[in-house]
């Protein structure tokens, strides 16, 4: 791939993807899915390994919603393939609607698999 999709090309990828997931993961998830143009750095980030946040689940008072960083996607995964770049949407949408379900549930697995490879990453650092 010679250019990066658009903001709204990205949007309509992630409608397409969305519609394949089935109904029941929406409950509750009242504010969406929602596409940023910005790009996140985990807190953890190193300069010489970058660790960018692709996308987040989040709860609070007003509702429950998960966010994809159009930004994170574009310095991570810039000159592949738009097949690769679709799987990798689709892998980080999958995960947020993981944590979403899990919350639903009680469960917290994923948030522990997450925080366990923070832990080797942060290895990573001393070694």
Not at 14 to 23: G, K, N, S, T, Y
Request: charged fraction near 35%.
């Amino acid at each position: 791939m010679d250019k990066f999709p658009t903001i709204e090309e990205i949007h309509e990828i992630l409608d397409e993807i969305a519609e394949e997931i089935p109904e029941y993961f929406f409950e509750q998830l009242n504010e969406g899915i929602i596409l940023i143009p910005e790009y996140k750095i985990h807190p953890e980030s190193r300069e010489m390994d970058r660790l960018y946040i692709m996308g987040e689940y989040s709860r609070s008072i007003t509702g429950r919603h998960i966010v994809i960083y159009y930004g994170s996607f574009k310095k991570v995964y810039n000159g592949v393939s738009m097949r690769t770049l679709r799987e990798k949407l689709k892998d980080t949408l999958l995960h947020e609607f993981t944590h979403h379900l899990e919350s639903l549930a009680g469960e917290r697995g994923l948030e522990i698999k997450d925080f366990q490879d923070i832990q080797i990453y942060r290895k990573k650092r001393t070694d």
